[in-house]
């Protein structure tokens, strides 16, 4: 029997991890990717909850740790550089007993490629440009590329998915703004390694984020939505990002300087992605595609969950795409769904609207760790009283070493 073949749009998280499923399923995997090369900028991410446990299956949770960045703490600062609050983030990682790592996107996307080759093609400075679909399978034009046949065809293409704009129609009529651009470029030089530095003011936020060889300048701020917007054009980007922080104090005046010499910027809108279903005939969206989410690094988890899952769903019911799609959604929007409605109020954590706002959040910063450890005790003392004690001591290992 001739495998099914599957093209995937899209080499950052999703893909390359639906890729290597798809693959060590029996399907035969294309991932099409527009960038010659990976982006070296991006904000790092988190492999966190059931990802820990799709990239231990993979065998690359060792490759995710070696590449994980040392950050211990997030460290508030006013505009003379002073403190004015911290978390310590590994207190907070023991409290919960988290085995979340922190990597650099780019480095996270490497890993997944490097295992994804042994089971799938990879065409790397090309896109698809129109897609026609019937009832045995979908046609695909490219840009360069002849002219191709597949089974089923995913899109893992991002916020600006093309394959979406191709099956499903215009980006505007699912892509809701939500108020925010981030913007984030390399900062070679040295940073201490282990805290983030993090300078507030109304509506605005400038950070310095240690990142595995060297470390990343991140701006946000809230504005409405820009028209015109285009998630290509740098030039415009240094314009706009100049204009947002214009005036600032603590670093903000040699960041913009060092952000308008970055050969590579990341700037773009925050934004929900509202879409229902997922798919649509032999087409699928996945990742970003279907349902940009976070602020906070959930974006990779829950884009690495959602591609096993979509691999074990096509497994399931390799000879029915309708069903797979079905399961696959019903099962991962379990997971979307709360993110999708918790993004208001983690902005609100990052980049607070008012003074009274950074204060408050600067004043509740230490209280964190302390908030999760209780959590923790809570949760402990509750399987103690149904006397599971077993699970009590795994979970006093936890918090104590993870």
């Not at 390359?16 to 991006?42: D, I, Q």
């Not at 089971?119 to 896109?127: K, M, N, P, T």
């Not at 229902?276 to 959930?298: E, K, M, N, T």
Request: aromatic share 6%; with cysteine; net charge positive.
């Amino acid at each position: 029997m001739t495998s099914r073949t599957v093209l995937i749009s899209g080499a950052g998280i999703a893909g390359p991890t639906l890729a290597y499923w798809l693959g060590r399923h029996g399907f035969a995997p294309t991932v099409v990717e527009r960038a010659a090369a990976p982006r070296s900028s991006g904000s790092p991410v988190d492999v966190r909850g059931p990802a820990v446990a799709v990239a231990q299956r993979m065998g690359v949770l060792p490759d995710i740790r070696r590449a994980g960045t040392e950050v211990t703490e997030l460290t508030f600062v006013n505009a003379a550089g002073r403190r004015a609050g911290r978390i310590n983030i590994r207190a907070l990682r023991r409290a919960t007993g988290s085995g979340e790592v922190e990597l650099p996107r780019g480095d996270l996307a490497t890993i997944l490629q490097r295992v994804a080759r042994e089971h799938a093609e990879f065409v790397y400075g090309d896109r698809i440009t129109a897609l026609h679909q019937d009832e045995r399978g979908v046609d695909v034009t490219f840009e360069h590329a002849a002219p191709r046949r597949f089974d089923l065809v995913v899109g893992a293409d991002g916020l600006h998915s093309a394959v979406r704009a191709l099956a499903f129609g215009p980006e505007r009529e699912f892509v809701e703004h939500l108020g925010i651009y981030v913007a984030t470029a390399p900062l070679p030089g040295t940073e201490n390694p282990h805290a983030v530095v993090l300078h507030n003011v109304p509506g605005r936020l400038v950070a310095v984020h240690p990142s595995t060889g060297g470390a990343l300048a991140f701006f946000a701020f809230r504005g409405p939505e820009l028209a015109g917007f285009d998630p290509n054009d740098t030039a415009s980007h240094k314009r706009i990002l100049t204009g947002a922080f214009a005036g600032g104090g603590w670093r903000v005046p040699e960041l913009l300087d060092r952000m308008q010499a970055a050969a590579d910027l990341y700037f773009d809108s925050v934004s929900r992605v509202n879409l229902r279903p997922w798919s649509r005939g032999r087409v699928a969206l996945l990742g970003d595609a279907a349902s940009c989410v976070s602020l906070f690094g959930d974006g990779s988890t829950l884009a690495m969950t959602g591609a096993a899952t979509l691999a074990d769903a096509l497994a399931a019911h390799p000879d029915d795409h309708v069903q797979a799609f079905r399961r696959f959604e019903a099962e991962h929007r379990v997971r979307v769904d709360p993110k999708l409605h918790g993004i208001e109020r983690a902005s609100t954590l990052l980049i607070p609207a008012t003074r009274t706002g950074i204060v408050t959040r600067n004043l509740l910063a230490n209280l964190w760790p302390l908030g999760a450890a209780a959590g923790w005790l809570t949760r402990t003392a509750a399987r103690s009283s149904r006397h599971d004690y077993a699970n009590v001591e795994h979970g006093y290992a936890n918090a104590g070493h993870g």
